[in-house]
């Protein structure tokens, strides 16, 4: 589960963050004022400062938020001039919009706020569709407006060209402020709250902030979204009365407080309409006492009355946002925040703590019990010992000398009664001379007295409630103000800050109780006294003789107090029901169990230890000869064993008409004297009453793969005589716990019949389905070999756990793969997990992975004059619900999950992100089906459709562990020779946005590296490869191939981008680069090779074609060529999705001669750019040579000539 943080604002307006993978609140500490409350999402923090005015918190992310501003120069051309800038009267603005409607001049473009920064100067952007344009970027058309080409003609009468300049976002993990972009300020703002990202994907990342005024008044942020973060400007939305709280939920849930209690819904929220169209009104959930407080999530709704009381909303979704009913729920909170997921987080009414709502899943929204959060805040005591045994238990460091050397150890009892979450004092004696003195230093000032204050109380009620709860103790007319130390330690690397606001007296040796003064946040800073160097503990005085304390910065809470929390915002916090939370585990008692083992471990001598490991070890060796040596006359009782596993399935028969038929099916496993095993299946069935079995050896046996089926578990066994015939061995299983079972059990006994143990070699070739399983492969020296090569349908494969989309690999041993919903994975060194237990599974570097698709159905309609578009087509039409192709039939309710391992995790809803666009209810439109659609209608379009979708998730285990936290689409690795000395290796990746990244800090040791380097582009890429020399190639979605220069170990980023134009009328889709060898796939599968590429000319010269029906394509650090081909020739029917390995690949003939098919179909991806095992060289036999010699060791096989992977 990728990590994430929960908000919490305390009744001093201080910030705080917890980690769902740490167990401590870690304050945000740049904040310029007070915070009364935030609303979070995953991206960013917005808060309500006691200005009232809006702040923003943008997390920082390797990836930067830039925005890209273009304006346009147009020129004319006249016969005195040519092309000039005078242009007609009724022509457009010499700059200007592209519609050139709107006046742009270059000097017209501002910063929003201070919060952004110029990246650079305008320049012209020389790429159009995807080819470079001539010098200075122009493009020509025969006028305004019209169709613009990048050749100028005879009848070219204007022309234009765009200019670029990008802003970046700079005020990153900091509190900026919201500028206002109106003459008139809107109210001061009291509520803020934050959602709506789940409304549309388009425009990415857009976000919906609902603000509520002083007066009542709810107002609506427009234009946020990933490259705005700031949004545009305040839109006031009309309400049927006076609003005290609102919230919005990641979806359309948005409800509010009125001033009278009562509850208002936000109706007609869409795409479209982010802030809806009008309110309805939902009582409160008590009729005699109101409504103080609501939140809402997916779909839940909770409320808490004036009583305190909590209540929870059944029946909401987005068809019915108002719900059908409340349900009382137990616990008195003062408010309750709804995260993702739907979890719940509230502040307890009793005692102002964080509680978590436990048990919250999709079947159960309302959960089952509330737990307290109990984690310290950093500079807490609690996070430390408060033993003065050790001054490294306590985990404190002096500024100072300590000058006398009174006992106080009375002091310390008292003050370990504290509660876990308490503040950090300094306890000294009660003599003047015994205090902890500031450096001795003439410049250093000394620290003045501070007087009692009472925290400033903000404009916010509720706040100020809470503040008037905790009554600050007078101070005592007999005892004198004590002295204070103030205290700030700045160590080194490692070190420790503290301060200390005040100095206590011991109430044992004082005689008067202990006194605390609240102290004012913002004042207490400027009283703040340099201090020295952090002294070691050996240059303290006796440990026994003084307590030792954390000194915490600027703490208003006592002893025995824990924070008083007044805000807490889960928005984007991401908290699965089965994941284990380490929120609720005591500091104190984790503590002093660790002081007490290292208490145990100290008692050991290491002379104890070493007599324990001899006598230990003699031991063991007499009960060895004692067990085994009177027994080695005897001769083994077994010299062979045969074991027999049996079981009934279902088997999808050979011949016609193919269909499911009840089987026996048996595996023999036998090992001979010397411990080789081996096996045999057995199928039995019936053949017009005739019993007839079907045999397969396990030695001979290349793959077990998974079959994706929504209503059997099934599996497919291939060998290579099935796998030239792509036509499996197809088996079901009763349950999937049976098949898991069977996979697992053959898996094994083929593994251990070829000798192959343990984890994947550095030199391993790896390869998903299009179901996502991982498959790995041992290359044999003789894989490449010429002229007589390993073939390859004879290649074991075996599974690895995990499910991954693309997966990448070096020879060095470095690893990694995205899932379908981009999130990247490194590969952790293991084998086996998911459904490998026991031996076929290594019992360590297996993690959780999860991973979410999107599974996609097509309602379809056909327009007729009377009714216009309807779901009544022709009787020759496809189906009005199918899949993409037409031919089967898809519904929403008969439409399941790819295969029983997965659920869904939302519903049905219009995918507008669809090639060729789409109108505003996500339909495209085309003259018939099929046929090439596009997102506007035009007077030739009778039919239409648009593309629903819905997510499903699955959960597994692997040997793969996530790196957070930006999602990729593609990623290579440098290819390196086997016995490479590099050690930081280059990789490069492409977010999900299109941005280009380079990974720093990836070696052997730290295959997920340290952080990601942001490459500036002019537009978003797809797909990017690095090959031998640092050799980075990539390609843009518009289709255009790019080379990146100047990329070196000292500049691991380059220089600049060079355009390389594409293959005429073709837009590229994929690359690969090898050692001297580059290679692209573009949009209509064609695989092109480039010529020329040499180090002094790195970008090539020209294109050629290989082969056509190629999906994906994988060079490797010897240039070996291996592809993903559709439409390979089977015994049956068309197979897609087939391995092929391209031959005759040489350095003098690196575009190879014909291919070799592998295994398949249903293959996805492939990478063999860890296998750099050079070939064995094979002499030719001649002539002259003996009879003998011209046997071959292996089997020469009859491959296609053809330069395509279909024999056409």
Known sequence: MPVSLLWAVDVYGRVYSLSTAGQQWEQCRDAQMEIKRVTAVQQCCWGIACDNSIYLNVHASDLPVRYQEETYENQRWNPVDGFSDRLLPSDRWQWSDITGLQHQPLDSFQLPSSSWEWEGDWYVDENFEGEPTEKEGWTYAIDFPANYTKDKRWNSCVRRRRWLRYRRYKAMDTWAKIPSQQTTLPDPFSDISCGGWEISEEPRG??????????????????????????????????????????????????????????????????????????????????????????????????????????????????????????????????????????????????????????????????????????????????????????????????????????????????????????????????????????????????????????????????????????????????????????????????????????????????????????????????????????????????????????????????????????????????????????????????????????????????????????????????????????????????????????????????????????????????????????????????????????????????????????????????????????????????????????????????????????????????????????????????????????????????????????????????????????????????????????????????????VKSVYIYENQRWNPVTGYTNRGLPTDRYMWSDASGLHECTKTNTKPPSPQWTWVSDWVIDYSVSGGTDREGWQYAADFPASYHGHKTMKDFVRRRRWARKCKLTTTGPWQEIPPIPLSDVTILPCAAQSSMEVVPLWAISNKGDVLCRLGVTALTPAGSSWLHVGTDQPFKSISIGAARQVWAIARDGSAFYRGSVSEENPAGDCWYHIPSPSKQKLKQVSVGRTSVYTVDENGNLWYRQGVAPSYPQGSSWEHISNNVRKVSVGPLDQVWIIADKVQGSHSLSCGTVCHRLGVQPMEPKGQSWDYGIGGGWDHITVRGNSMEPPRIRLPSLTDPLPALQSPISVRNTEVNGNPVGC
């Not at 006031?236 to 609003?243: D, K, N, S």
């Not at 706040?463 to 004590?482: H, T």
């Not at 304390?549 to 916090?573: K, N, R």
């Not at 001979?700 to 290579?720: G, M, Q, R």
């Open 206 to 851: 857009r976000l919906s902030l609902w603000a509520v005024s002083l007066q009542g008044k709810v107002w609506f942020r427009d234009g946020i979204y990933h490259h705005n973060p700031e949004g545009s400007l305040w839109e006031e939305v009309p309400l049927p009365g006076e609003v005290v709280q609102i919230s919005c939920g990641p979806g359309d849930l948005v409800w509010a407080v009125l001033w009278e209690g009562q509850l208002i819904v936000r109706e007609g929220i869409s795409r479209d309409c982010p802030k809806g169209t009008s309110w309805a009104v939902v009582e409160s959930p008590s009729p005699d006492v109101g409504a103080t407080h609501v939140a809402v999530g997916v779909s839940v709704v909770w409320a808490v009355t004036k009583d305190s009381k909590v209540w929870f909303r059944r029946g909401v979704n987005s068809h019915n946002p108002c719900g059908s009913g409340w349900i009382s729920m137990v616990g008195e909170m003062i408010m309750i925040n709804v995260g993702l997921n739907d979890q719940v987080w509230g502040i307890s009414s009793e005692d102002r703590g964080v509680y978590f709502r436990q048990g919250v899943t999709s079947s159960e929204l309302s959960g089952k019990t509330w737990k307290a959060i109990s984690v310290p805040r950093d500079g807490d005591r609690s996070h430390s010992s408060a033993s003065a045994s050790s001054l490294q238990s306590a985990g404190c460091f002096f500024c100072g000398e300590v000058r006398a050397q009174s006992v106080v150890s009375d002091v310390e009892s008292d003050t370990e009664k504290g509660s876990a979450d308490g503040a950090s004092c300094l306890v000294t004696s009660a003599s003047p001379e015994s205090f902890v003195d500031a450096p001795s230093d003439p410049s250093d000032p000394a620290p003045d007295p501070p007087k009692p204050r009472i925290p400033k109380v903000t404009s916010d009620s509720f706040i100020s409630e809470l503040v008037s709860d905790r009554e600050p103790g007078k101070p005592s007319k007999e005892v004198a103000p004590p002295a204070v130390v103030e205290e700030e330690s700045t160590a080194g690397e490692g070190g420790v800050r503290s301060s200390s606001a005040g100095g206590v007296l011991s109430p044992s040796q004082s005689g008067a109780p202990l006194e605390w003064s609240n102290v004012d946040l913002e004042e207490a800073q400027g009283q703040q006294v340099p201090a020295g160097a952090v002294q070691d503990s050996t240059d303290t005085c006796s440990l026994s003789s003084v307590a030792t304390y954390t000194l915490a910065m600027e703490d208003p809470y006592g002893a025995d107090e824990h924070p008083l929390w007044a805000w807490v915002s889960g928005g984007g916090c991401n908290v699965d029901s089965h994941y284990q939370l380490n929120w609720f585990n005591c500091s104190l008692n984790m503590s002093s169990m660790a002081q007490s083992v290292q208490s145990m471990s100290l008692s050991v001598t290491p002379a104890q230890t070493a007599a324990w490991r001899k006598q230990i070890f003699e031991q063991l060796s007499e009960r060895t000869k004692r067990e085994m040596d009177n027994f080695r006359h005897y001769e083994q009782a077994i010299e062979q064993s045969v074991w027999v596993k049996k079981g009934t399935m279902q088997w999808w028969r050979d011949w016609k008409p193919h269909k499911w038929i009840d089987v026996h099916f048996a595996l023999e496993q036998f090992s001979g004297p010397e411990g080789n095993k081996d096996g045999i299946l057995f199928i039995y069935y019936n053949f017009y009453e005739e019993k007839k079995y079907l045999h397969a050896f396990i030695n001979e046996v290349t793959i077990l793969v998974p079959v994706l089926n929504d209503s059997k578990h099934t599996f497919a066994i291939y060998t290579p005589e099935r796998t030239k015939q792509r036509w499996p061995i197809r088996l079901a299983a009763a349950t999937e716990l049976e098949m898991h079972d069977w996979l697992a059990l053959l898996s094994v006994s083929c593994c251990d019949s070829r000798g192959i143990h343990g984890p994947p070699s550095k030199q391993a070739i790896w390869s998903t389905t299009c179901k996502g399983d991982i498959f790995v492969s041992e290359p044999s020296p003789a894989l490449e070999a010429m002229p007589y090569p390993t073939p390859s349908d004879q290649m074991f494969w075996r599974q690895v756990g995990g499910h991954l989309r693309v997966v990448e690999c070096n020879s060095v041993g470095i690893v990694w793969g995205i899932g379908y919903d981009h999130i990247a994975w490194a590969y952790t060194g293991g084998y086996g997990g998911g459904f490998f237990q026991g031996l076929a599974s290594s019992t360590d570097n297996i993690y959780t992975q999860t991973d």
